[in-house]
């Protein structure tokens, strides 16, 4: 695609597409992590089981690494992206129909090989699309994916309060996810490019591989507040039924609030004090919920968690995508997949120290990992 021949308007009807896109991820995974508490009790596991069951979605991510990169240098992003989305909201509806836990099992699965084809491709979309603009605009195409999350919160906990299971809930976000996608296929960024020998991935270099771990570290962190913010407060802040949601929802809300701020604050203050700032806020929230788990406290905590790790993964991804010692979509495949095994791994392991000490415990050792981004940010060169 030549860029710099695209018409202003075509610009702008791309970052939509973009948005939409990021949009229907977020709705999509959203909603399975809002009934992960429903579908835990369905099937009788415990924390320890649960945090099992929640490995095999690394295990389809580690299985999608070598194709989905493979695929996307074959094909381009904007074709693997349609495809991933709709068996990504596919694979949501087999999970509220699973009645056993080896369906489960296999769902999960397939569900974490569909959700990073998603994640590598829609990202690789959004760089193509900031490339168009003279300043950032990837932290707001996450700030979406936030914000659609938000409304998957919402959504769920209304399909809680009525006592709709979660089968006919995730087959209303599969219909719309695929009208979502359809809509938005044709206004992608048509990437294919000719066949040559570059690799589909590449061990990123010193400078890269330190964006990657900081993504790691927050992405455990945001990944713990999707998969057990509910969880949290419904055993540890004994929430009231209609309320332990509400940990989560606050979580959402300052998360894309963050996002949709974060390309402005990191212009004013710099990317090292932003991320800096990010990880103490995280590690802050984290804490409070954990030394004050009441109702009121717990939801303030989870809001600077929100705040915390809402411009990480945004200002890491733009980072790497301006590399100098590797193409930009090689080095943000690399740092993405880095950065989304910490999202996918961190609740599984939540879930073996709950089992093993408590939940309260786990979300302490969690919190180590936002004073780990601060730590490595201030170490890392940082424009």
């Not at 991933?84 to 369906?103: C, D, E, K, N, R």
């Not at 991320?275 to 919920?289: D, H, M, P, R, Y």
Request: charged fraction near 10%.
């Amino acid at each position: 695609m030549n860029s710099a021949a695209l018409p202003t308007t075509k610009k702008h009807v791309l970052r939509i597409a973009v948005g939409a896109v990021f949009f229907v991820a977020g709705l999509i995974f959203a909603s399975w992590a809002s009934r992960i508490a429903t579908i835990q009790q369905e099937l009788g596991l415990n924390d320890a089981q649960l945090g099992g069951m929640l490995f095999s979605i690394p295990v389809g991510l580690m299985l999608s690494l070598p194709f989905s990169g493979w695929i996307i240098t074959k094909v381009g992003s904007r074709t693997v992206l349609a495809f991933a989305l709709v068996a990504y909201s596919i694979t949501l509806a087999g999970l509220g129909s699973a009645a056993h836990v080896y369906q489960l099992i296999a769902c999960l699965v397939l569900f974490g090989f569909a959700s990073n084809a998603v994640n590598i491709s829609v990202n690789t979309q959004a760089v193509a699309a900031e490339q168009l603009y003279k300043r950032p605009i990837l932290a707001s195409f996450h700030g979406l994916w936030s914000l659609a999350g938000f409304t998957g919160a919402g959504i769920g906990t209304l399909m809680i309060g009525k006592g709709i299971t979660p089968l006919y809930h995730f087959c209303i976000i599969m219909l719309l996810a695929m009208a979502g996608t359809l809509f938005s296929y044709r206004y992608l960024a048509h990437d294919k490019g000719p066949a040559d020998d570059t690799p589909a991935f590449a061990w990123p270099d010193r400078s890269l591989f330190k964006l990657g771990i900081i993504a790691f570290c927050s992405l455990i962190c945001e990944g713990a507040m999707f998969d057990w913010s509910v969880i949290y407060f419904k055993k540890i802040v004994l929430a009231p039924g209609a309320w332990i949601g509400a940990g989560y929802t606050a979580f959402m809300c300052t998360m894309a609030t963050g996002r949709f701020v974060a390309d402005y604050f990191a212009h004013r203050f710099g990317i090292k004090i932003t991320l800096q700032l990010s990880g103490l806020l995280t590690a802050t929230g984290l804490f409070v919920a954990v030394l004050f788990p009441h109702l009121y406290t717990a939801i303030l905590g989870f809001m600077l968690v929100g705040f915390g790790v809402s411009s990480v993964v945004p200002l890491i991804y733009s980072t790497a995508g301006k590399s100098a010692t590797m193409p930009a979509g090689m080095a943000l495949a690399a740092v993405s997949t880095i950065g989304f095994a910490g999202f996918l791994a961190g609740p599984p392991i939540i879930g073996f120290l709950a089992g093993a000490f408590s939940l309260r415990v786990s979300f302490t050792l969690i919190a180590v990992m936002g004073l780990c981004v601060t730590a490595i940010a201030t170490k890392a060169k940082l424009n």
